[in-house]
């Protein structure tokens, strides 16, 4: 098996906000990332996928298909989005890293499966350069 | 759905490879420019990995305000700007990255609990770096 990983990215905005708690407890859970005007990164998107090597393409999957699935699935959807406001799942789900990668693990696991040969393996979310947040899966 | 959180974290730190069980000729020999006597240093970049189920209530693993503070507490503080080899932790044993990542590694994993630590990851220089998961692994 290999690991085979792309790499892509998006800016957004967001802030992180909890409504059955009070303006004062959501200020000190999440401090400055509270403030509900919103703030942004530019966000690093790392796509694993595994599977055997094709014998007539010597591919784990055509990287070329993979970008575009990303495009389609995650980048139109997030990309210089506000993600609290205008991404479906945010609606009602805090969009924090770690949760930022378990919903592109959602939009993705079913196309990469639906193709056929390919597994997702792992998704990691880079917020910046020194916090990163990653699923499996599991 | 278990998720993984990681933030990195830089301490400046000096260090020499040497032990007193080899001969000077040994360490010359084994450790090479990391022997030099006055030491040397690095800019260490260090990832704390903590994994665990996501809280509904914050969307979070581990906040990171915490995460911050454990780890400023035990290992900002107390290496950074440092000699190593003067540390208690290396008065027997060589100040390598690989023993600097499971001492760090073993000062933050009771000190962050209940959050459940899963790897240390120190880049010593962009082209080295060690990694440890504990003693199970």
Redesign the interface.
Known sequence: MILLTRRATFSASHYYWNPDWSEEQNQVVFGRCANRNGHGHNYTLEVTVTGPVSPLSGFVVDLKWLKDVIEREVLDVYDHRHLNHEVPEFATLIPTTENIAVSIWKRLEAPVTAAGGAQLSRIRVYETGDIFAEYRGE | ?????????TISASHRLHTDSLSADENRTTFGKCNNPHGHGHNYRIEVTVGGQ?DP?????I???TLDAVVHQQVVARFDHMNLNLDPLFANQVSTTENLSIAIFNLLQPALEPAILEKVRIEETENNFFEYSGAEH
Not at chain 2, 1 to 9: E, I, L, N, V
Request: hydrophobic share 55%.
């Open positions: 759905m278990k998720a993984y959180f990681t933030r990195a974290y996501i209530a914050t969307g979070m693993v906040n990171m305000a």
